[in-house]
């Protein structure tokens, strides 16, 4: 039980019932479609404060044809889909590295979603990908 003044307000985002979310997922993988990783809603009565966001791509080894890759973490709410985060590159210089670090974003409210994807539109190969979104979740 939280005791405090009756004249203090509504408490903290922090202190409504908070629950840590955490969307990870890295992978070395070959060429390959715009592939969703992950994806999370805000729950109806909720809302979730943005932590941080990662999205990172690595070139591991040379495509025999190197094309367009690309990590990217999105963020929608009553809008459009916005591509929050958004890392690429179209070379093959194996050890190329492309990382955007991200905090404090702001606010989902319910409905609100984070999406991590990528693709690697070249032929053989192989790059790593991480996308990562943190957030806390609290009662709205």
């Not at 070139?59 to 890759?69: I, P, S």
Request: one cysteine or more.
């Amino acid at each position: 039980m939280r005791l405090q003044n009756v004249f203090t307000g509504r408490p903290n985002y922090y202190d409504r019932t908070p629950l840590a979310i955490n969307q990870t997922a890295a992978n070395g993988v070959g060429p390959h479609a715009f592939t969703t990783r992950y994806t999370y809603t805000v729950p109806t009565g909720r809302k979730a404060w943005i932590e941080a966001q990662i999205a990172e791509v690595d070139r591991l080894t040379a495509a025999t044809t190197a094309a367009r890759v690309e990590a990217d973490v999105e963020v929608v709410t009553a809008g459009p889909t916005t591509d929050f985060l958004y890392c690429m590159f179209n070379n093959n210089v194996v050890g190329t590295l492309d990382k955007i670090v991200m905090g404090q974003a702001g606010m989902l409210i319910a409905g609100g979603q984070l999406i991590g994807a990528d693709e690697d539109l070249s032929t053989a190969g192989t790059v790593n990908f991480g996308e990562t979104s943190r957030a806390t979740e609290f009662d709205a």
